[in-house]
């Protein structure tokens, strides 16, 4: 079963280390939603995503941010295969 940043299509060596604990939080609390891959719901995830680090202090990934706007604009879909990130 892939994981969050598997859905996404990101590099994993890529992220900053300074998101390392959002990407940590948001991973299990994905699993914990279920693992949502559609469009729709991952949009739905990663909007709560984004709002939410900043409340406990997280730094998300920009990468986040930019495959939610990906999404809204329809330019990206998971399981695309557009490559990496």
């Known amino acids: 079963m892939a994981d969050l940043i598997e859905v996404l299509e990101v590099n ?6 300074a998101t390392k604990r959002a990407v940590d939080y948001l991973q ?7 693992s949502p ?13 984004i709002r939410f680090c900043p ?5 998300y990934p920009k990468v ?3 495959r939610l706007k990906q ?7 998971p399981e695309g295969g557009r490559g990496s990130l």
């Open 12 to 17: 994993r060596d890529r992220l900053p280390s």
């Open 55 to 59: 409340t406990v202090g997280f730094r």
């Open 71 to 77: 999404l809204q604009r329809h330019e990206w879909q």
């Open 28 to 34: 299990r609390y994905w699993a914990e939603r279920g």
């Open 37 to 49: 891959s559609g469009a729709e719901p991952l949009e739905k995830f990663l909007d709560d995503a």
């Open 64 to 66: 986040f941010l930019l």
